[in-house]
Each structure stands twice: as C-alpha cells, then as structure tokens.
Nanobody, 121 residues
Framework: QVQLVESGGGLVQAGGSLRLSCAASGSIFSINAMGWYRQAPGKQRELVARITRGGSTNYADSVKGRFTISRDNAKNTVYLQMNSLKPEDTAVYYC???????????????WGQGTQVTVSS
C-alpha cells in the first residue's frame, strides 16, 4: 500500500508564495516521476509541473518562471515552490507519483488527496 500525503496549501494574497510538499510512503522500491496537478472549479485537472527521478522537469506554460518543482529521491518527496501567485492559481493541487515500483513487485500510479490553494486578489 502506497500513500501520498500532501501539505502546505492555504490562503495567500496575490504576489505571495507557498510551498507544497508531498511525501510517498509504503513499500516503495523506486518512483519514476512525481508531479503536481491542479483542478479549479468547473475545469479539468491539468499538469502544473513534473520531475523525473533523474531531475528532468517540465512545467505548464502558465507557471513557468514562477513555480519550481524539486525532489528528494531518498525521502520519496516532491516539493512545489510557488512564487508570485495569482488568483488564477486558485485550485486543488494534487500530487502524483507514476511508475511506482513496490515490493512485492507492482508498478502503479498513485494520487494524493489534494490540498487547497486559494489566492486572493
């Protein structure tokens, strides 16, 4: 059983910063990639940022230059530093881990429960 536990969401004024964390726990051998997605009311879930085990990253165009994703492979933890936040960043942010290899052997994808980020204007 693998669990992803997110933390760090909250309410912030426009222009402010927040840092999200997501820790994966369980019988994990390795994780291919970890990322953050978000879903605003009435909209589809979208990729915010993703980082591979080797450190390659990709970002949504809307957050480039403002958000930074990082990862601690030893702790199976991914972070999202969000700066210069805008009201349009308001959403529930979900952590994702894909290509999770566990013991006994399974390779699956997992999602966190989500954390609310609200940016006031």
């Amino acid at each position: 059983q693998v669990q992803l536990v997110e933390s760090g969401g909250g309410l912030v004024q426009a222009g402010g910063s927040l840092r999200l964390s997501c820790a994966a726990s369980g019988s994990i051998f390795s994780i291919n990639a970890m990322g953050w997605y978000r879903q605003a009311p009435g909209k589809q879930r979208e990729l915010v940022a993703r980082i591979t085990r080797g450190g390659s990253t990709n970002y949504a165009d809307s957050v480039k230059g403002r958000f930074t994703i990082s990862r601690d492979n030893a702790k199976n933890t991914v972070y999202l530093q969000m700066n210069s936040l805008k009201p349009e960043d308001t959403a529930v942010y979900y952590c994702n881990a894909d290509g999770v290899v566990t013991t006994p052997l399974h390779v699956l994808d997992y999602w966190g429960q989500g954390t609310q980020v609200t940016v006031s204007s």
